[in-house]
């Protein structure tokens, strides 16, 4: 069962790699309804000095929590496991890639671009700014939980 979750986790990544592109959009439907209420800014310590530190330093695998801005909204990934694609701005000169398993936890049904959120999951680096992924429980209890709060609701 691991070895099929790193397969199609590395089948993500790949083609994450080819169709991440600034200029897709994402018309906004669902109508899952988030797990907990309470303000964006209480979802844990923000680091997002540690982000650009994994970014510059190439790191993957690491552990983060951290605030930006959406500035791209990308269509779903609705092939094997679903997730919610978007970009924000972490600092001025850094994006990040957000892909938000679906399946695992509700989709952000009302995000929109210049929303502020807050994070945690675990990145990986790329070339474009690194991603974040496992923003989301771990149904079998193996992984950092992460989340994501956005108008004060929490996604997880």
């Known amino acids: 069962m691991k070895k099929l979750l790193l397969i199609a986790v590395g089948v993500v990544l790949l083609y994450l790699g080819l169709t991440y592109s600034p200029n897709n959009l994402l018309e906004n439907t669902g109508t899952t ?3 907990t ?3 964006a800014t ?3 310590p923000s680091n997002n ?7 510059d330093n ?3 695998n690491v552990q983060v929590a951290g605030k930006g801005i ?5 269509p779903d990934d609705n092939e094997g496991a679903q997730h919610q694609k978007f970009i924000i701005k972490v600092n001025p000169n850094q994006t990040l890639l ?3 398993n679906i399946d695992l936890a509700p989709k952000i049904a009302t995000l929109a671009q210049g929303d502020e959120i807050a994070f945690s999951g675990e990145y990986e680096w790329n070339s474009k700014g690194g991603m ?20 004060g609701q929490t996604y997880q």
């Open 33 to 35: 309804a988030p797990v």
């Open 37 to 39: 209420q309470g303000s």
């Open 42 to 44: 209480d979802a844990g």
């Open 49 to 55: 000095q540690a982000i650009q530190a994994a970014f």
């Open 58 to 60: 190439r790191q993957s």
């Open 70 to 74: 959406v500035v791209r909204l990308l």
């Open 98 to 100: 957000v892909v938000h």
């Open 132 to 151: 974040v992924h496992w923003t989301h429980h771990d149904p079998q209890g193996k992984h950092v939980a992460g989340r994501i709060r956005h108008n």
